[in-house]
């Protein structure tokens, strides 16, 4: 699985996976989530969006911060 480094990239996931948490109610699948909130904003394939979802995005853009101020 890509965990992409790029700022851009992390940038996109974050606001993805906020849009999700935001959205994510009980009783709603996380298929009905992308399909009626995520993909109209953000288009993109169900396994991107999963694999968005398994992206320690957080850590990531830590991690990215601390190499920009070595």
Avoid: Q, W
């Amino acid at each position: 699985m890509k965990h992409g480094c790029s700022a851009h990239y992390l940038r996109r996931v974050k606001l993805v996976v906020e849009l999700y948490r935001s959205k994510k109610l009980p009783g709603y699948s996380d298929a009905y989530v992308y399909r009626e909130f995520i993909n109209p904003v953000y288009p993109m394939s169900l396994s991107t969006f999963y694999e968005y979802l398994s992206v320690p995005v957080e850590k990531l853009m830590k991690l990215k911060n601390e190499n920009l101020h070595d």
